[in-house]
């Protein structure tokens, strides 16, 4: 089935770093993506969305970018800092068919190292 | 509350029991969705109420699980003769709007099977 993918299960940086986490998605009807973060014992939060029709969008210190012709969705964390420790997640929204349904990736472990 | 609070945070039933597991959304937040999410894994979706239209129960596994919103307000998930598979966090999200994005999770009821 279709399905929403990690390309990298753990990620470690050095505070200070920028961080890129890939996703990788199948469904190229998918038209709206969106990163969560999920620190230990708590909900996932979300950090930033982006449309099918756009390429790039920025928020405080993130960025995500969408390559829709490789199905490539990539968050960027600038200047890393220890609180960015968490799992992040791609989620993924087909409205046509799935109405306000989320499909979300397996979640990429981010370690931040002092 | 401010935000989205889910009882218990942890319960551990035996084989066989039924289990109860409630979500407070957000004050006004029209949808309400409940979430699965096993030990190291992603989101899996189960239920999606929003407003008065009939829910979206395509993501239940199984009929020994169901879900109602009383009210258009608080939901309870019952899994009815729990088994070990069963067990997980529980992930309540409620957002304004159906379609938005922004899913406001709670911190999830920690369910052990044993």
């Known amino acids: 089935g279709e399905s929403v993918g990690l390309h990298l299960p753990t990620l470690s940086v050095q505070e200070g770093d920028n961080s890129i986490i890939n996703c990788a998605y199948s469904n190229s009807a998918s038209d709206y993506f969106i990163w969560y973060k999920q620190e230990s014992g708590k909900g996932p939060q979300f950090i930033i969305d982006?449309?099918?029709?756009?390429d790039k969008r920025q928020g405080q210190r993130v960025t995500v970018l969408l390559n829709k012709t490789v199905k490539h969705l990539s968050l960027q964390i600038a200047a890393t800092q220890p609180g960015d420790s968490a799992v992040y997640f791609c989620a993924e929204n087909m409205r046509e068919t799935s109405g306000s349904r989320l499909t979300f990736g397996e979640g990429t472990q981010l370690t931040v190292n002092p | 509350g401010a935000g989205v609070s889910q009882s218990p945070s942890n319960k551990v039933t035996e084989k066989g029991k039924d289990v109860e597991l409630r979500c407070d959304p957000i004050s006004g937040h029209t949808a309400l969705y409940w979430y699965r999410q096993s030990l190291g894994q992603g989101l899996e979706f189960l239920i999606y109420f929003q407003g008065n239209s009939a829910p979206d129960k395509s993501g239940l596994p199984s009929d020994r699980f169901s879900a109602e919103r009383t009210g258009g307000s608080v939901s309870t998930l019952t899994i009815q003769r729990t088994q070990q598979e069963d067990s997980a966090v529980y992930l309540c999200a409620s957002s304004l709007v159906a379609g938005a994005g922004e899913l406001f999770f709670g911190e999830g009821s920690r369910l052990t099977v044993l």
């Open positions: 982006i449309r099918s029709n756009m």
